[in-house]
């Protein structure tokens, strides 16, 4: 049979339980997981043994559970709705499945199959809203791990969404069939009521489905300020993820890798706004007119950011023109390029007894006539982060050098930092300008300095003293040619 037209061996369907008994027959680990997984819901557990385990115990003290203490008997199932046989013993197993059925009762018996009137799914749960998962014959793993995909791809507030929903259907079905009744609903899960919920502001949610409701206008325009991370698609946030699920357009920057872009909706529009040295598609006051135009024709944004948005990404920029549009924006924070780069190094960013701050700049904060007041938190020991400093290395060394940081602190170097493309480069503050002369790193470089990062891990990185050692010698072998 093709894929097309495959039946499934077990229909899946939901089962009323509310204030009905589920049985439970065992007392070890097989009944505590069936019982845990039961407490989901709105049923009255009732767990037979007498030999029930510490841990199922404290269970049924803290739920409440019934517990028949005593030896199992078929007068135990009575009155049940749903039965389930999880003893841990065949034999056992066998006569309470055989003594279910002859009552008219469901039964599960837990790893035997041949036993079962119906199989428990893995279960995604947002209360009202459930997701069950069954996977046949390919085994509790395989849905265990669909479970937690779909998981992490529903937002917890989804559950809140829903009861919101529930409460407006009513006026909903007084709105005119068709287009408007469907604008509302849409609206309503991806709109303002969907962004107050999850934000936890359960009255300003229900304030603006009344609004939506009264207006029946189109939803205004929303901008969501978007870390992307530093590259690796599986560092992006469970809250960026699903943004991108719900952008209608997509505006993003150089830095930001293909594969997480297309992590969006599949008819998202995409924009690319990239800026990188001395190439910019867009200026920043270009991007901020696109943002404002986008979010008064109604649609929802991801303004997609490399690292986070909060850090040299211009976010403050981009807020502020939204602001003075009146258009509704909010920030998803996302892994900055240090983060990034310490844990490809396993470097402690802070240590106890060596640094106890930290410190995030641009190289080309060190190109001024001054030194910047951080400086002196490098000379006492902080950590620094240098974003965007491979073309100014030379220049960063000499300044933090002529300031007072020893030559022989520690620098650790990472192109691409999260990527499987990642290159790593150790040394001190001395080679650091060797940096420059390497047009061979052509993605972005983050290079941190301090005494905590000889804590490092150097296993899988490169000296820079081959690189200074190698370029002096090309000078000088340039200067025989000339």
Known sequence: MSEANAKLNAFPVFMRVEGEAVAIVGGGEEALAKARLLDQSSAVLRIITDAAEAELLNFIAATGAVHIDAAYDAAHLEGATLVFAA??????DRRVAADARRLGIPVNAVDRPELCDFFTPALVNRAPVAIAIGTEGAGPVLAQILRSRIDRMLSPSLGALATLAASFRGAAERLPKGNGRRRFWSDFFAGAPARAVEAGELSQAHDAALDLLVSNAPAAGHIALVGAGPGAEDLLTLRAHRFLMEADVIVYDALVPEAIVAMGRRDAERLPVGKRKGCHSKSQTEINALLVELGHAGKRVVRLKSGDPLVFGRAGEEMAALRDAGIAYEVVPGVTAAFAAAADFELPLTLRGVSSSMVFTTGHDLKGNSLPDWAKLAISGATVAVYMGRSVAAEVAGRLIEAGLSPDTAVAVVENASLGNRRRFHGTLADLPSLEARADLT????????????????????????????????????????
Do not use: K, Y
């Not at 003893?87 to 056992?92: D, F």
């Not at 993605?443 to 081959?466: C, H, K, Q, Y």
């Open 87 to 92: 003893s841990g013993e065949e034999a056992l």
């Open 443 to 482: 993605g972005p470089v983050m290079t941190i300095i301090g005494d905590a990062v000889a804590g490092a891990n150097f296993e899988r990185s490169e000296p820079l003293a081959a690189h200074r050692h190698e370029g002096a010698a090309s000078t000088a072998a340039e200067g025989v040619e000339q």
